[in-house]
């Protein structure tokens, strides 16, 4: 089973920069494919960014193409987003999931990024 537990959202000035990390328990972190989604309020949960089990694939939605950088470390078990000129439009409860070929989904518990303008 996987654990997972997100970490560094906060309240952001518009502009500014913020990074997420999403910490894995258990010892099979390096085989799932990884990514964020949000949930704004009154929204449905929508894809942020993913990246594949060796890190060597990256997705991105258009809305945050150019200014997010997800990434991770298989060592570490973690998976970070980098967020940069955050708009007030990316606010939202941010989640991290882990999802594979015939592997368990599971999901984090959720972070709030708030960006002011």
């Known amino acids: 089973q996987v654990q997972l537990v997100e970490s560094g959202g906060g309240l952001v000035q518009a502009g500014g920069s913020s990074r997420l990390s999403c910490a894995a328990s258990?010892?099979?972190?390096?085989?799932?494919?990884m990514g964020w989604f949000r949930q704004a309020p009154g929204k449905e949960r929508e894809f942020v960014a993913a990246?594949?089990?060796?890190?060597?694939?990256?997705y991105y939605a258009d809305s945050v193409k150019g200014r997010f950088t997800i990434s991770r470390d298989n060592a570490k078990n973690t998976m970070y987003l980098q967020m940069n000129s955050l708009k007030p439009e990316d606010t939202a409860v941010y989640y991290c999931?882990?999802?594979?070929?015939?592997?368990?989904?599971?999901w984090g518990q959720g972070t709030q990024v708030t960006v002011s303008s």
């Open positions: 999931k882990a999802a594979g070929p015939r592997l368990p989904v599971y």
């Open positions: 258990g010892r099979t972190f390096s085989s799932y494919d």
């Open positions: 990246i594949s089990w060796s890190g060597r694939k990256t």
